[in-house]
């Protein structure tokens, strides 16, 4: 069983960035692709970035490629979301999950993953 935690969101202006990070506790961190995943009022889960056991392979919605960077260290169970460029439309919730597995294939789909966190609240203002 794996325990997801996410922290750094908050309130930044459009253009600014924030850097969310995700812990995770029990065992074998590095049997898991991780991802983020974003839901705001209204609308259906989606997904943004997801990285594999490895860090070796990322993937990324399009609305992000370019101005989010997934990254993952394994000695710190810890999965990192760097996001600069922050749109109004980047407004969410945001979620880290994790795919138990050593696939190099991405993990797009919020159905595919076996464990959640309970989300953290970013905010872009115009």
């Known amino acids: 069983q794996v325990q997801l935690a996410e922290s750094g969101g908050g309130l930044v202006q459009a253009g600014g960035s924030l850097r969310l990070s995700c812990a995770a506790s029990g065992r074998d961190f590095n049997n898991y692709r991780m991802g983020w995943f974003r839901q705001a009022p209204g609308k259906d889960r989606e997904f943004v970035a997801t990285?594999?056991?490895?860090?070796?392979?990322?993937n990324y919605a399009d609305s992000v490629k370019g101005r989010f960077t997934i990254s993952r260290d394994n000695a710190k169970n810890t999965v990192y979301l760097q996001m600069n460029s922050l749109k109004p439309e980047d407004t969410a919730v945001y979620y880290c999950a994790a795919k138990l597995g050593r696939s190099y294939i991405p993990a797009r789909v919020p159905s595919l993953y076996d464990y959640w966190g309970q989300g953290t609240q970013v905010t872009v203002s115009s």
């Open positions: 990285i594999s056991w490895s860090g070796g392979s990322t």
